[in-house]
């Protein structure tokens, strides 16, 4: 399991109804490839997050399939619309099974 | 190559106008780099004096691309920053038997304020030039009666960006005459002394050939006021003294160990050349 | 995580020489596979997908693309000079803003990062840029 992983979101504290905002990720992880060796020479397993996921009040925002070409600390920015107050919960998903999570809460002014 | 000059000077004289002005025929611009709309940080100054064959100093930052340069003009976007934040919870973590924590003395990571911009600096107590890395090792091992952390390790080199990042903005300023300067001479020996098999010294590359392409790549004074830097090349912090080291075996030589004097006074004369350009780490590099 | 030069220049050299051997063709068909995976083999005749990627990357570890294609339901991003073509699929839920992403990837080396969009209506779009991936100076 990756160590020290932590997630990093940014997301504007107030939006006005129907808003489109910006949002960021960044979470600190190796995104290990599997196409490296150590000093040995043996491969190193393959060990990345597959998968991110952000929704608002439980709908979809985006989901993004990983693959192992998505760099060291993935970052992502994208947009979602904001309907009303609620929270975006943002969801990654580790090759290893683990899921790390961070929600942040908006208000609609 | 880039065609403009640009002075501190210059630049402050801009900051009070709020618009482009000629100054010395040479084309004022912005702050080229302010990171969250609010540090603004000097990449460009005119040369401390005792630098004979350069005029102006310029930060790695004006080599990079960019796409590499908009990544620390957000501190958010800046994966270095994870370091920082990593460094900040361990600010208040106890260690060593009494459980001391760097908090206890120091309150907050903003009380050090100041430190990064004159490091290495003359240790009285010691009878030597010290550098950041060998201040807090100091304070782990004698204050907190914990073991010492290794000198480029990610504990060290974190909270090194840790308390960089406070300084951010704050003009480095080491001193190099008084007791120091015995040091400062060693290390300006060192970067004038070629190395290796391929027989290059640090000048050879960052004071003769700044702003030339090596292969494809860029090349910069060798200014060291960014790190610890984060590098896309393997995505993590990266201490100074690692990149002396990586410098020195380009060259084909055996290198110094980090931590070694050799270093420690190749780190204040390196330091020194950047006096007046401010503190930047922890930057974004290639 | 580390990538040393020789690293860097092992899978530079390795692509090398599946050039030579003729290879490039599968790994191209390789791309082409994964297109056609997520068209189902559908023609790609829209436009309306924007990729934007450096023209030449200081360092091929970190490389920053953004896609762009209103009305997309998803868009997949495609490294085709990779020993793994893919890179990632964008799918866009009823709350994204705009169907746009930004990230930072991995090249290999000098290539063609292509970018394509299923738009609501069923069709599909295409979008590629050629980026260089520059090796530094003496691998310090």
């Known amino acids: 399991m990756a160590e020290n992983v932590t997630p990093r979101v940014r997301v504007p504290k107030e939006a006005a109804a129907g808003e489109v905002i910006t ?30 996921t952000c929704a608002f009040n439980g709908e979809t925002v985006i989901d993004v399939a990983m693959e192992p070409a998505i760099s060291t600390n993935p970052y992502f920015e994208f947009q979602a619309k904001v309907p009303q107050s609620g929270t ?9 099974g683990s899921t790390y999570e961070d929600s942040k809460d908006i208000a609609v002014a | 190559m880039r065609q403009t000059l640009r002075t501190g000077a210059a630049r402050v004289m801009l900051g009070l106008a709020g618009s482009a002005a000629l100054a010395t025929g040479a084309i004022a611009q912005e702050a080229n780099l302010v990171i969250d709309g609010e540090i603004e940080i000097v990449t460009r100054a005119p040369a401390p004096d005792h630098m004979e064959n350069v005029s102006e100093i310029v930060s790695g930052w004006e080599y990079r691309s960019p796409e590499t340069q908009a990544v620390q003009m957000d501190d958010f976007e800046n ?34 304020e100041g430190a990064r911009a004159v490091y290495p600096k003359w240790d009285e107590t010691k009878g030597e030039v010290q550098t950041l890395e060998m201040q807090v090792n100091e304070c782990v091992t004698e ?14 080199t974190e ?3 840790l308390i960089s990042s406070v300084s951010r903005g704050l003009p480095v300023n080491v001193a190099i005459d008084g007791p120091a300067q015995p040091t400062w001479e060693q290390g300006k020996e060192i970067y004038y002394t070629r190395y290796g098999q391929l027989e290059l010294a640090c000048a050879n590359c960052h004071e003769d050939n700044y702003d030339n392409m090596i292969r494809a790549d860029h090349l910069s004074q060798g200014q060291i006021n960014g790190f610890p830097t984060y590098r896309l090349k393997n995505g993590k912090l990266n201490a100074v003294h690692n990149r002396f080291k990586g410098c020195v075996r380009d060259t084909r030589a055996q290198t110094f160990a980090p931590g070694s004097p050799e270093f420690v006074a190749l780190e204040l004369y390196v330091a020194s050349r950047g006096n007046g350009l401010s503190v930047e780490g922890p930057s974004v590099r290639n | 995580m580390s990538y040393s030069r020789r690293h860097t220049l092992a899978m530079i050299a390795g692509s090398g020489i599946t050039v030579m051997l003729g290879a490039r063709m599968a790994l191209a068909k390789s791309a082409e596979e994964m297109i056609a995976a997520f068209t189902g ?3 790609i005749t829209g436009e309306g997908l924007t990729l934007t990627a450096p023209e030449i990357a200081e360092n091929g570890n970190t490389v920053p693309v953004e896609v762009d294609a209103p009305g997309a339901e998803a868009i997949m991003i495609l490294a085709t000079g990779n020993p793994n073509p893919d890179v990632g699929v964008f799918h866009f839920g009823p709350l994204a803003g705009a169907q746009m992403a930004s990230t930072r990837i991995r090249l290999a080396g000098t290539q063609e990062v292509v970018a394509i969009a299923r738009m609501s209506d069923g069709s599909f779009a295409r979008a590629a840029q050629e980026v260089k991936v520059t090796i530094g100076g003496c691998g310090g």
């Open chain 1, 88 to 96: 975006f919960t943002f969801t990654w998903i580790d090759d290893d």
């Open chain 1, 23 to 52: 949002i960021k990720t960044l979470i600190s992880h190796p995104m290990e490839s599997g196409q490296r060796k150590d000093k040995e020479g043996n491969l190193i397993p393959r060990s990345i997050i597959n998968r991110f």
């Open chain 2, 79 to 112: 994966p270095g920053m994870i370091g920082v934040d990593n460094a900040r919870a361990d600010f208040s973590a106890a260690m060593g038997p009494d459980g001391q924590s760097c908090a206890a003395c120091h309150d907050n990571p903003e009380s050090l």
């Open chain 3, 41 to 43: 083999g559908a023609q």
């Open chain 2, 143 to 156: 204050r907190a009666g914990a073991e010492a952390w290794n000198y480029t390790g990610t504990r060290m």
């Open chain 2, 159 to 161: 909270m090194i960006a």
